[in-house]
DNA sequence: CAGAATAGATTACACGTGTAATCTTAAAAA
DNA sequence: TTTTTAAGATTACACGTGTAATCTATTCTG
């Protein structure tokens, strides 16, 4: 089951572990450790308190194997990255979407795939809101 | 002048001092104090503070006007949100826009005037693109 | 079984941030 | 001109965060 009022800000550091860990759960420490290390030089240690800090705020739990604890989440991706957004969004462009995607678009960062993205889901909403 | 290359992060409260003196500057501090206090319950030390932070940070500079300063930004709204823009995107959305926009359409938080100005980017960008 | 390895718990510590209070000095008021 | 006010500078201080090292207890290894 999910969390849906976990207790705290996660951090960035606390974000890229939790990050690994929605990419497959349940993990250990060390699945974590390992995962994070094809990206982050992040000592072992310097892991585990980030998962200690991420339990203790009500983002992620365990449950014992013999010595090692088997991490997951408690809160979905999906839910906090949407949360995130609309705050985002809400604080850097006056909650509006477009004028991000605009930043985007002129800076020549959209590609062809992001279009049709977009295309399609306008393309869904009308379909919603007519 | 823009700066374009300040010197570090800007925080959050910083963020919203800022935020007003784009609105209108130059600027006193006691104009930014008043523009805040419509939003912001804050201690006019406290603004201050945040104001000399960003002046170290070489976010905001300022001329002397007798007793007061005039703040005025070293960087442009525009340059900064679509950087941090692009910067959030790639943490919590691989780099990809449509995603986060998607987000945003599932949860109803799109608005008919969010979804003209989207076809009116797309449209734009196509003709940019053929 | 004794020692080594290792998992998690606890402790550490500097730096940034939120949130001001106090200090210093110059200008305005009386 | 003396006093008061108010601008900015300096100082304060607790809490979160990044980044581990050390402590403790359990499980392998020989």
Redesign the interface.
């Known amino acids: 089951m999910i969390n849906d009022n976990p207790k705290a800000d996660i951090s960035n550091a606390e974000?890229e572990v939790l990050d690994v860990l929605w990419d497959e759960y349940p993990a250990t420490s060390s699945d974590i450790v390992e995962r994070l290390n094809q990206k982050k030089p992040w000592h072992d240690k310097t892991v585990k308190t980030l998962l200690s800090r991420l339990v203790k705020k009500g983002v992620v739990d365990f449950d014992k194997a013999q010595r090692q604890y088997l991490y997951r989440p408690l809160i979905a991706r999906?839910d906090y990255?949407?949360k995130?957004?609309?705050s985002?969004?809400s604080?850097?462009?006056k909650g509006?979407?477009?004028?991000?995607?605009?930043?985007?678009?002129n800076?020549n960062?959209?590609?062809?795939?992001?279009?049709d993205?977009?295309?399609a889901?306008?393309k869904?909403?009308?379909q919603n809101?007519d």
């Open positions: 974000f999906e990255t949407k995130e957004a609309t985002f969004v604080r850097l462009f509006k979407v477009a004028p991000l995607v605009a930043g985007f678009a800076q960062s959209l590609s062809q795939q992001d279009v993205e977009l295309k889901l306008i869904q909403w009308e809101n």
